[in-house]
């Protein structure tokens, strides 16, 4: 074979790896004339059909690019499933999908009617547990899924940081970070899980102690395009500064209800708003601004 040939072969095994997402293991389990399920022994693998197949809702994942989705869906119809999903019995013809929700959400865009599972046998803490741990392994999860993750593993399987670094083999300050990331406000967490802002401007964000400074950071970094070190700068400045009296938390907590149309009119306008309202029903909305420019856009937002 020539270094040509070789070449060619090698660049397109880089692409069907790439597509049908670690082959590499799957050849390791070749699938090929696996029978339907019947009577599977645990952790045996077998042909699952897939309306018997529940997805996991507690699983961290939650975006599925559809154009990488069509994609997988149009090898699987060549090639099959090669790396077979795994699901946990949980009655009679019922599996919970454990870990592989992008094979079988393709699988069911290309018309199969059963798929190769790992079967295994679990408590739902066990299952919860493996569930969080496999998907946490995948590499194409973005920071604000692998926070959930490492959230769910503290809140719901009664780990500490600690101990989540320890299995996730993570620095302790590493699965701090992305635990601060939570704390962000909606908008930019969003922006994050969205691919459009990097966890290097979020860290920066989260510096800030006000809701109201994150906001306004984040909508200049998105803007303006600012780097994660122009983000560092302005963070700092900002902290540098001594905090208006505004920013003291209010006496009277608000009503839920209220508190809740403070906090939308705060993520509409990017900034900072006061509601207060009295007993008699009276009361008035403060908008705060940094600048003319964003008056002016506050203004906008209002088409005045």
Not at 15 to 23: E, Q, S, V
Request: charged share 30%; proline share 5%; with cysteine.
């Amino acid at each position: 074979m020539s270094a040509v040939q070789t070449n060619k072969k090698s660049a397109l095994g880089k692409g069907i790896r790439a597509l049908l997402d670690t082959i590499d293991e799957d050849m390791q389990t070749p699938n090929a004339g696996v029978p339907a399920v019947s009577g599977q022994q645990n952790n045996s693998v077998a042909r699952i059909p897939l309306e018997q197949i529940e997805v996991n809702p507690k699983q961290p994942r939650r975006d599925f690019d559809p154009a990488a989705l069509k994609e997988l869906s149009e090898s699987i119809k060549m090639h099959d499933v090669i790396q077979p999903v795994t699901v946990v019995k949980s009655g009679h013809n019922s599996y919970h999908l454990i870990s592989g929700e992008r094979r079988l959400r393709a699988s069911r865009m290309a018309g199969l009617k059963d798929i190769p599972a790992y079967v295994r046998t679990a408590d739902s803490q066990e299952m919860l547990e493996m569930a969080l741990l496999e998907n946490l392994q995948r590499e194409d999860l973005n920071a604000i899924e692998i926070a959930i993750g490492y959230r769910q593993l503290m809140d719901e399987c009664a780990m500490t940081q600690e101990q989540v670094s320890e299995r996730m083999n993570k620095e302790r300050s590493t699965v701090a970070n992305y635990l601060r990331l939570l704390k962000l406000p909606p908008d930019v967490q969003k922006a994050v899980r969205d691919g459009k802002l990097s966890m290097g401007h979020a860290r920066a964000i989260i510096g800030l102690e006000h809701v109201e400074q994150q906001l306004y950071v984040f909508r200049e970094t998105m803007e303006k395009g600012l780097s994660v070190r122009q983000v560092e700068q302005l963070v700092k400045d900002m902290s540098t500064e001594k905090a208006p009296a505004t920013y003291k938390p209010a006496p009277v907590k608000l009503p839920p209800a209220y508190k809740r149309i403070e906090d939308n009119m705060a993520s509409l306008f990017s900034t900072k708003v006061k509601l207060d309202r009295k007993k008699t029903g009276k009361g008035s909305i403060v908008i705060e601004f940094y600048n003319d420019d964003d008056l002016e856009r506050i203004m906008d937002k209002m088409s005045l």
